[in-house]
């Protein structure tokens, strides 16, 4: 086989099947994302397990052979998946592979894309993103957090917040205020933070399940060489832009992301058909409606990924369209845990903590954390409405003035 000739998705399959079988460890049903994220041997072991990935020729299926993937396409990638159910995979690689690795494909240098995106796929290297702001709201590109050019670098000051992760992330990408001049979608910059560097803060924030995979940061005048820039200066809105397209991709399971979505890792059975068990409801006339309509959510983001995919390849669909996809999956992660809420009953807030009836309640907690992250509901609708459906935009009243004289703007700059 020559390098112009792609392996068959079946020979690949085949293979993935015989290497997964040999090296990766069957998935532990209690084992979560959340507790791997605050435990630091669950971040040793994800490393582990990304290296081996690598080295068997099975990291970054769909990255360009020449930074260390394989170069093939989504039906190999959807093969390796299928044939990865139940097998631990390092999850907390999702977001570096799935987000982060291919904006700085997009718009990396190709010095950057060669010293980075191998070390990634390796499991060397942890991305976050800082783009949310403690001001913000859900107006990201009403940054304040400054990056002053000064020569060959950059001076960087300002807070982050909800950034996951953070805590055991190697590098950031963080949109930054390059411009005060400037209208507030033209004045920014991306840049890449190595998250260790002197002057960067970083803490966990405690949510009311008990995790602490969420982050604010400070940054303190933290020198970056100006080689970190991210595309082009003043541009960041752009690479912003880009960045979030392929997290609505991933979140709708359809990105370059090797590893099962998050809140999707495949099973043997369905957890809610476990969970009815386990109550002894599977007789319960309403109780299998439920499973119905859970199963059913279960298998609609194949099949909207493959169409939502085919519609943007031909131009049908619009690069926005990926919020489709980001929609369906918070909808259905949130019904399904509602689902769940319904089946376990009273179990699900007195049971025993150990209990998995009682995690129900406790998942139940954060249940609105998958219609937040990644842009909430709301703004995915107004993408959809606006930029899909061509539909009027709302009224921007700061648009088009210089970010200065924004009055809040104005008091944040006098402050700072």
Same mark, same amino acid.
């Given at each position: 086989m020559t390098d112009t000739e792609l392996e068959s998705v079946e020979a690949?399959?085949?293979?993935?099947?015989?290497?997964?079988?040999?090296?990766?460890?069957?998935?532990?049903?209690?084992?979560?994302?959340?507790?791997?994220?605050?435990?630091e041997e669950g971040v040793r072991r994800a490393r582990e397990l990304q290296r081996r990935l690598f080295d068997g020729g099975f990291a970054g299926i769909r990255y360009p052979k020449e930074y260390g993937g394989q170069g093939l396409t989504v039906e190999h990638q959807r093969a390796f998946l299928e044939e990865a159910a139940g097998y631990e995979l390092p999850q907390l690689f999702s977001v570096t592979h799935g987000i982060l690795g291919p904006t700085l494909l997009d718009f990396g240098t190709e010095e950057q894309k060669r010293r980075h995106i191998p070390a990634m796929l390796r499991g060397e290297?942890?991305?976050?993103?800082?783009?949310?702001?403690?001001?913000?709201?859900?107006?990201?590109?009403?940054?304040?957090?400054r990056a002053t050019r000064d020569g060959d670098t950059f001076i960087v000051s300002g807070a982050k917040i909800w950034s996951t992760g953070a805590h055991i992330s190697d590098y950031a990408m963080v949109l930054c205020r390059t411009d005060w001049d400037?209208?507030?979608?033209?004045?920014?910059?991306?840049?890449?933070?190595?998250?260790?560097?002197?002057?960067?803060?970083?803490?966990?924030?405690?949510?009311?399940?008990?995790?602490?995979?969420?982050?604010?940061?400070?940054?303190?005048?933290?020198?970056?060489?100006? /080689?970190?820039?991210?595309?082009?200066?003043?541009?960041? *809105?752009? #690479? $912003?832009?880009?960045?979030?397209?392929?997290e609505r991709n991933m979140v709708g399971g359809n990105s370059y992301?090797?590893?099962?979505?998050?809140?999707?890792?495949?099973?043997?059975?369905?957890p809610l058909i476990t969970l009815a068990r386990d109550v002894g409801r599977t007789s319960d006339p309403a109780v299998r409606q439920l499973l119905g309509e859970a199963i059913v959510l279960s298998h609609l983001s194949a099949p909207t990924?493959?169409?939502?995919?085919?519609?943007?390849?031909?131009?049908?669909?619009?690069?926005?369209?990926?919020?489709?996809?980001?929609?369906?999956?918070s909808l259905s992660e949130y019904r399904r845990k509602e689902i769940a809420l319904?089946?376990?009953?009273?179990?699900?807030?007195?049971?025993?903590? /150990?209990?998995?009836?009682?995690?129900?309640?406790?998942? *139940?907690? #954060? $249940?609105?954390?998958s219609t937040v992250a990644g842009g909430t509901n709301e703004m995915q609708r107004n993408q959809i409405s606006e930029r899909v459906l061509g539909l009027p935009r709302e009224a921007t009243p700061d648009k088009g003035i210089p970010f200065r004289q924004v009055q809040e703007n104005a008091k944040a700059l006098r402050r700072g």
């Open positions: 690949f399959r085949a293979r993935a099947r015989a290497w997964l079988a040999e090296n990766m460890p069957r998935r532990d049903a209690d084992d979560t994302r959340r507790r791997a994220r605050s435990d290297e942890l991305w976050v993103q800082f783009l949310s702001e403690p001001s913000g709201g859900s107006d990201m590109a009403g940054v304040l957090t400037a209208p507030k979608h033209r004045g920014l910059s991306m840049l890449m933070m190595p998250i260790r560097s002197e002057g960067v803060t970083v803490r966990p924030i405690k949510l009311a399940d008990g995790s602490a995979e969420f982050c604010e940061e400070f940054i303190d005048e933290v020198v970056l060489p100006a /080689d970190h820039i991210i595309g082009k200066q003043n541009d960041g *809105w752009t #690479v $912003a832009s880009r960045l979030l397209f392929h992301n090797d590893h099962l979505p998050v809140g999707k890792a495949a099973a043997d059975e369905d990924a493959d169409r939502v995919n085919a519609g943007m390849r031909t131009g049908r669909i619009p690069g926005p369209g990926a919020s489709l996809l980001k929609l369906l999956s319904e089946i376990a009953g009273e179990r699900a807030a007195i049971g025993n903590p /150990d209990d998995g009836v009682s995690r129900v309640g406790v998942q *139940w907690l #954060v $249940a609105r954390t």
